[in-house]
């Protein structure tokens, strides 16, 4: 899992390249959501366009760190997630529990 | 390979005309899961199975990897956890994944954690399910096996 991290307007872009999937790549994305989170960085983009596959394990702690951050006034909006990410976040019902937004200048833009 | 693990009859058939393709034996690792299922996917590359159904049936094995080494061998790495893939000549593909645990109340996990969508596990049988064309649990739990038509 190659994870970028960058900020913009206060907004914080994560952005991720690989299946996430239990094992180190679920642990590293744990670990960047964390310390956003943990650093008051509770407004939060997620570029997943090259993310083929979420297993659950990716889509708990995606759950969990959205949870922490709306509970501190935050977000985390996704960007652009790939066909199957968005098939299995339906298949489980979660996926209109965010905003999706084509690229991240429109996500960050969201949250002014 | 334990007899455990021997698959039933393809759907319909009456008749086994299964072709094993793949046998995995991985240790109780959560590190090698991502592996074993890589190894799945490019046996299903290499069948010429279409994209959709490879990655419905890739993330299918990864959750059920995850339950066998998480719950079944509790991240014991000496323990082994078995994957099968086989096809059947109408191109119907069957995965079985064993584990020496003592299985699950897998009845419990045919909906999604509803209660708490925050929540940050339950999901994985349940997107099994979804994912897969007909599933069916042996030995308690500790054997699943998977069609995909």
């Known amino acids: 899992m190659d994870i970028n991290m960058q900020r913009r307007s206060q907004v914080e872009i994560i952005q991720l390249r690989g299946p996430l999937r239990l094992g180190p790549a679920v642990n590293e994305f744990r670990q960047a959501l964390d310390e956003s989170l943990s650093n008051g960085d509770t407004r939060i983009v997620l570029d997943l366009a090259e993310v083929p596959m979420i297993d659950s394990s990716g889509i708990g702690v995606l759950m969990k760190s959205l949870a922490s951050a709306r509970q501190r006034g935050g977000n985390i909006k996704l960007v652009n997630p790939s066909k199957f990410a968005v098939q299995t976040l339906r298949m489980v019902g979660l996926l209109n529990l965010f905003e999706v937004f084509p690229d991240a200048d429109a996500a960050v833009a969201s949250f002014a | ?149």
Request: net charge negative; charged share 20%.
């Open chain 2, 1 to 149: 390979m334990s007899d455990a693990i021997s698959p039933t009859p393809a759907p319909g058939t009456g008749q086994p005309a299964l072709r094993p393709q793949l046998s995995l034996a991985i240790p109780a690792d959560a590190e090698q899961i991502a592996n074993a299922t890589d190894a799945v996917l490019a046996c299903l590359a290499g069948l010429k199975v279409e994209e959709e159904k490879c990655m419905a049936i890739g993330l299918a094995v990864q959750e059920a990897l995850a339950n066998a080494v998480v719950h079944g061998c509790q991240n014991d790495v000496s323990k082994t956890v078995q994957c099968e893939l086989s096809c059947d000549d109408q191109g119907r593909v069957l995965i079985v994944v064993a584990d020496p645990g003592p299985g699950f109340d897998f009845s419990a996990s045919r909906e999604p954690v509803v209660q708490d969508v925050y929540n940050d596990h339950g999901r994985g049988v349940f997107l099994i399910r979804q994912l897969m064309d007909e599933v069916s649990f042996e030995r308690g739990g500790s054997v699943i096996q998977m069609w995909k038509y």
